[in-house]
């Protein structure tokens, strides 16, 4: 029954590194996400500008 148990143990141990690994690559995809969506507001903004200068 111990040996049960500490199997129990280093699965849930192993659980939570995964959970952590996910939880920090979900993090660095949102920052990246983040960046990339103010690289397109700036663009959308120059679009905007060049539209009005040419009154399109």
Known sequence: MAENQVDSMNSLASNI???AKVSNDTKDNMD???ARLKELETISKK???LMDFFKI
């Open 47 to 49: 679009l905007n500008d």
């Open 17 to 19: 590194e995964n959970i």
């Open 32 to 34: 990246s996400n983040q």
